[in-house]
């Protein structure tokens, strides 16, 4: 079975500070990878998606990365915000098994960025 | 482009009642899910629709857990009787691609946040 640990559980941290979020997990034969945040209350936004067979992908001042060979991947936040407080998700999608649809997510990390 | 709706966004009820949610996905997406979040973790999978017929409902507590998806479109999911553990938030989301095709981006809605007394 697919298991998914973020770490840090938390973070806190000065506005302008450069940050990694690390997400592991446990079967490599993933079809994709996919970051979500999370705000009090509300629902998942989706940061970014990096299929299987890519290294990394960009968007804005986040950027991902995923080595599936050894089960990880991280979010790299660039010149952090206040705004950018908020729980951050990260989830696989088996490639194989009756589970192909079924995301696995973390437990998250909350992030909060102070001015 | 409207996002995944969902309703109502809170309900309170006493353990063994009935409750409800209703969820309308982005226009087009033919494979819908219902996530049960409980607070401090990750969501879960309940159930995954593709079209109007069930993918994956393996974790889906059938005793008091139900969920249909008619015409393809709306789902409702409904939970008789209710008890404590149910609480939770119920999160609705939805894709374009296929679940054999396995490579599409999941969009969510605020969720329906379920409180049992």
Same mark, same amino acid.
């Given at each position: 079975?697919?298991?998914?640990? +973020?770490?840090?559980?938390?973070?806190?941290?000065?506005?302008?500070?450069?940050?990694?979020?690390?997400?592991?997990?446990?079967?490599?034969?993933?079809?994709?990878? +996919?970051?979500?945040?999370?705000?009090?209350?509300?629902?998942?936004?989706?940061?970014?998606?990096?299929?299987?067979?890519?290294?990394?992908?960009?968007?804005?001042?986040?950027?991902?990365?995923?080595?599936?060979?050894?089960?990880?991947?991280?979010?790299?936040?660039?010149?952090? +915000?206040?705004?950018?407080?908020?729980?951050?998700?990260?989830?696989?999608?088996?490639?194989?098994?009756?589970?192909?649809?079924?995301?696995?997510?973390?437990?998250?990390?909350?992030?909060?960025?102070?001015? | 482009?409207?996002?995944?709706?969902?309703?109502?966004?809170?309900?309170?009820?006493?353990?063994?009642?009935?409750?409800?949610?209703?969820?309308?996905?982005?226009?087009?997406?033919?494979?819908?899910?219902?996530?049960?979040?409980?607070?401090?973790?990750?969501?879960?999978?309940?159930?995954?629709?593709?079209?109007?017929?069930?993918?994956?409902?393996?974790?889906?507590?059938?005793?008091?857990?139900?969920?249909?998806?008619?015409?393809?479109?709306?789902?409702?999911?409904?939970?008789?009787?209710?008890?404590?553990?149910?609480?939770?938030?119920?999160?609705?989301?939805?894709?374009?691609?296929?679940?054999?095709?396995?490579?599409?981006?999941?969009?969510?809605?605020?969720?329906?946040?379920?409180?049992?007394?």
């Amino acid at each position: 079975k697919q298991e998914v640990t +973020q770490i840090p559980a938390a973070l806190s941290v000065p506005e302008g500070e450069n940050l990694v979020l690390n997400c592991s997990f446990t079967d490599s034969a993933i079809y994709n990878l +996919q970051w979500f945040r999370q705000d009090p209350g509300k629902g998942l936004t989706s940061l970014l998606l990096i299929q299987s067979s890519q290294r990394e992908q960009t968007s804005g001042r986040l950027n991902a990365s995923l080595d599936k060979s050894s089960g990880r991947s991280t979010l790299y936040i660039a010149a952090s +915000q206040p705004g950018d407080s908020a729980t951050y998700l990260c989830a696989v999608r088996p490639r194989r098994g009756s589970t192909l649809g079924r995301l696995y997510f973390g437990r998250g990390t909350q992030l909060t960025v102070w001015p | 482009e409207a996002g995944v709706a969902q309703s109502p966004r809170y309900k309170i009820i006493e353990k063994r009642q009935s409750v409800a949610f209703w969820c309308n996905p982005i226009s087009g997406h033919a494979t819908l899910y219902w996530y049960q979040q409980i607070l401090g973790q990750g969501p879960k999978l309940l159930i995954q629709f593709q079209n109007n017929g069930v993918v994956d409902d393996s974790q889906l507590p059938k005793d008091r857990f139900s969920a249909e998806r008619l015409k393809g479109v709306d789902s409702t999911l409904k939970i008789q009787p209710a008890k404590l553990e149910d609480s939770a938030v119920y999160l609705c989301a939805s894709s374009l691609d296929s679940v054999a095709r396995g490579a599409g981006e999941l969009f969510f809605g605020e969720g329906s946040r379920l409180t049992v007394l």
